[in-house]
């Protein structure tokens, strides 16, 4: 029988040599490429951007919700799968060791989600305030402090069931972690220490209540399944993903997409693929929280037409290549054969609904640019965007999913 350190390691490496292998898959891809353009394209106009920003710019703010919203998502990688629940179950008093590996390999992992943001955000720290390189590293090490005081709690969290005692965690947490963060970024470090002893106090008090409580596994494992399917669902994008799972959701409300699809046999891929965007909350949720977050950043900016369309066509792109695995959607279903067409008609539907999605977000980015700019912006950000929209549909998906038929 394996030790509780050889279960560990063996899930782990297990882990790691899983990632590593689709990640392979995903690096490449074109995909590599396109990160480069945007991100040579993106730092041009950020450099641009702070030189016409305002001394009253909002930055700190910003930056504060920004590291909040990642901080609070913090929750311990424990590797568990479903059989632990009959095999491990049973010898949970002896597992204390596996669980402290996999918070240092939570913690560590995703420090990585504290230390690129604050790189991207430091020229605009370094611009609104008169911080240094020191500073910088101060504000490092405390949002690292405030990030494993997060998986701390959520990992007490975990031996809750109560919906109640979970919200009411993350409202008190999302206020903690935007009040400490706002005095970590400002430098006020008198109001930080008496925000410490209160975190501090908080944590202590659910380790010790936590304490008399079991282990809730079938949560832990839900949580750990959800995680993986995530990453499958990216990397299903790229290759075939065997271990990934669809899951479905009626929709009622958003029948009336459904009944756009005119009735008759060539159309069957386009009734399917309509019906499984908007039941699909992988799908729908990715649409919906990209064209949000996008809206957001471009009611930012400030007038610059090269900003507005860099931004536009970034989340399109980032869109595009996560809803792109619908294509393969309904790979196994067979009852698609019984209709000659169909099959013929495929790719044409897919590639209709794609272009429709991104031409809906490209009317709602420009009219952004409308309220927040002028009338001769809007037009270059709708132009530009929707030929960006129909080069990356009809060209790029296009070629490629030809490409990956070919190689199948």
Not at 139 to 163: D, H, I, P, Q
Request: charged fraction near 20%; aromatic fraction near 18%; hydrophobic fraction near 50%.
């Amino acid at each position: 029988m394996k030790s509780v350190n050889e279960i560990w390691q063996t899930r782990v490496n297990q882990h790691i040599n899983e990632t590593r292998m689709y990640l392979k898959y995903m690096l490449n891809d074109h995909l590599l490429f396109v990160f480069i353009f945007l991100g040579a394209g993106g730092a041009l106009t950020y450099q641009r951007w702070l030189e016409t920003l305002s001394p009253d710019f909002p930055a700190i703010v910003i930056m504060t919700f920004t590291f909040a919203f990642i901080v609070i998502t913090s929750s311990v990688r424990t590797l568990l799968k479903e059989a632990d629940i009959v095999f491990l179950l049973p010898m949970e008093f002896k597992l204390r060791g596996y669980f402290q590996k996999a918070f240092r390999y939570s913690f560590i992992t995703q420090s990585f989600f504290i230390i690129v943001p604050l790189i991207l955000f430091t020229p605009l720290y370094f611009k609104v305030t008169d911080a240094n390189g020191r500073t910088l590293l101060i504000c490092l090490g405390l949002l690292l402090l405030v990030k494993f005081w997060n998986l701390r709690v959520s990992w007490a969290m975990s031996f809750y069931t109560e919906a109640s005692a979970k919200w009411s965690d993350l409202i008190v947490r999302f206020v903690l972690n935007v009040s400490v963060i706002y005095f970590i970024f400002s430098q006020d470090f008198l109001f930080l220490i008496v925000l410490f002893v209160i975190m501090t106090g908080y944590v202590l008090y659910f380790s010790n209540n936590v304490k008399q409580k079991a282990l809730k596994w079938e949560q832990l494992i839900k949580r750990e399944e959800g995680k993986k399917q995530s990453f499958y669902k990216l990397a299903n994008l790229f290759t075939d993903v065997p271990k990934l799972k669809k899951q479905a959701k009626r929709r009622a409300y958003l029948d009336w997409m459904v009944k756009q699809v005119k009735y008759h046999q060539e159309n069957v891929y386009e009734y399917l693929y309509v019906r499984a965007l908007i039941r699909s909350g992988d799908y729908l949720g990715i649409i919906v929280r990209l064209t949000i977050i996008g809206s957001i950043i471009l009611s930012f900016l400030n007038e610059q037409l090269t900003g507005y369309i860099v931004v536009s066509i970034l989340f399109i792109f980032l869109t595009g290549i996560q809803i792109m695995s619908l294509y393969k959607h309904f790979e196994l279903l067979e009852l698609t054969n019984l209709y000659p067409n169909a099959e013929k008609k495929r790719l044409t539907s897919f590639l209709k609904i794609m272009f429709t999605v991104f031409l809906v977000q490209t009317v709602i980015y420009s009219l952004i640019t409308l309220l927040f700019a002028n009338v001769s912006i809007f037009g270059g950000t709708f132009i530009v965007t929707a030929l960006f929209s129909y080069l990356f549909v009809f060209i790029y998906m296009k070629n490629r999913i030809k490409k990956s038929e070919k190689d199948v």
